[in-house]
């Protein structure tokens, strides 16, 4: 089915929030801004974002104790503290992580529900949402997906409300200035895996495939400069911004699936996972759907599947290894995760176990 919706309004550009500082009053006037510990200070962003909410005489407080793939006890301890402020509106600054806690805080600030509630029906709207992402690769400043860490499940587990799209994503390139080699290259890569699932499942559509096929477009001149430590960083944070697009439309499929095991389990960074289990996947598409597979391949500007594949493992600054036993129990787990069903094809267990095997010593 084609349907677009995309309510985010996206502005992009150096210096955007300054510039744009009366949009915050739109949302109220407390607001709680929801962080990890160091970056949304280290890129400048923390800084901009309480000039612009003092310039609007906007009270607020910070929640900064979200750590890599946030657990859903940290989002109900981020849900407690806004609603003893009275928060009117939430602010994520931060990669994927406080951007994903942020929505699961605007959902406990205006709920009285148990941490694991929030995988159920959640009766009352969430609390408004602006985004300012400081990684270019998860695209959750406009999706409505929020990936949490759940121990009981020993796994990561989404929820979405049609309310978690983020009223406003602020992109400005200046504060991905301070990203780390290797948290550049994985989330590189998560936004290079969000563009091509988006191509390669059940819900590809032709609207889907406008942004999937834009990012891949932008992404494959970005690439080799990411693996410099040079890229545009504009380019690559709209390229981002684009493959979120796109699965927000369609979601992800089983590369991601595969990959949650792999953080949980083995504490691999969420893009880098993808990396990892990328060029397996690719080869099992160019068997089972290659005419699926050739638009990707295209969009790209990669001659071969094998190309492409060369180029995604350069984006992997660490090797991780599994042991058979892993190989066996994360194919027995991963074959069971509620996307799988939207793979092209019937996947089977024994093919998501030959997609782990890539990674045996
Ligand atoms: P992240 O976990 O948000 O951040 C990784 C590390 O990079 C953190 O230590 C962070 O520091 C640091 N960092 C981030 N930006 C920085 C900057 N500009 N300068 C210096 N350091 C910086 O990484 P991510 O890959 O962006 O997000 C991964 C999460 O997103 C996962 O939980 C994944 O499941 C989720 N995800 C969500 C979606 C979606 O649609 N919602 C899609 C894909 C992935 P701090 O700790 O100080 O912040
Ligand atoms: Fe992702």
């Not at 390139?173 to 990203?179: D, I, K, M, R, T």
């Given at each position: 089915m084609n349907q677009l919706f995309m309510p985010t309004r996206v502005i992009l550009g150096k210096g955007c929030i300054k510039e744009n500082a009366p949009l915050f009053s739109d949302f109220g006037k407390k607001a709680i801004i929801v962080t990890g510990k160091t970056s949304a200070r280290k890129s400048g962003a923390l800084t901009d974002v309480i000039d612009a909410l003092k310039s609007q005489s906007i009270d607020y407080e910070v929640f900064d104790d979200v750590e890599n793939n946030p657990s859903v006890e940290t989002c109900f301890t981020g849900g407690q503290k806004a609603k003893a402020f009275g928060a009117d509106f939430v602010i994520a600054i931060g990669g994927g992580s406080p951007m994903d806690a942020a929505k699961a805080v605007a959902a406990f600030a205006t709920n009285d529900m148990a941490p694991m509630d929030i995988y159920g029906t959640i009766k009352n709207k969430p609390l408004s949402l602006i985004s300012i992402p400081l990684t270019a690769g998860t695209g959750s400043e406009v999706t409505p997906y929020s990936v949490l860490t759940v121990k009981e499940i020993e796994n990561k587990k989404s929820f979405s409300h049609p309310e978690s799209f983020s009223k406003i994503a602020f992109l400005d390139?200046?504060?991905?200035?301070?990203?780390p080699r290797s948290v550049l290259y994985d989330t590189a890569a998560d936004a290079l895996s969000h563009a091509i699932e988006s191509m390669l499942c059940k819900r590809t559509s032709d609207i889907s495939n406008v942004y999937a096929e834009s990012a891949l477009k932008h992404l494959g001149k970005l690439i080799p400069d990411v693996i410099s430590g040079k890229p545009d960083y504009e380019k690559l944070l709209f390229a981002s911004s684009l493959a979120g697009m796109a699965i927000a439309h369609t979601g992800t499929v089983v590369v991601h699936s595969m990959g949650y095991l792999l953080t949980y389990h083995k504490d691999v960074p969420h893009g880098r996972a993808n990396a990892l289990l990328l060029p397996g996947f690719l080869k099992l598409c160019a068997k089972h759907v290659p005419e699926r597979l050739a638009p990707v391949l295209k969009a790209f500007g990669a001659e071969t599947v094998d190309a492409l594949c060369e180029l995604i493992t350069k984006l992997i600054p660490e090797q991780v290894v599994l042991s058979e036993d892993e190989v066996k129990i994360f194919a027995q787990k991963a074959i069971g995760a509620k996307n799988v069903c939207q793979n092209l094809w019937a996947i089977t267990e024994h093919e998501e176990a030959s997609v782990f095997s890539a990674l045996l010593s």
């Open positions: 390139p200046g504060y991905l200035e301070s990203l």
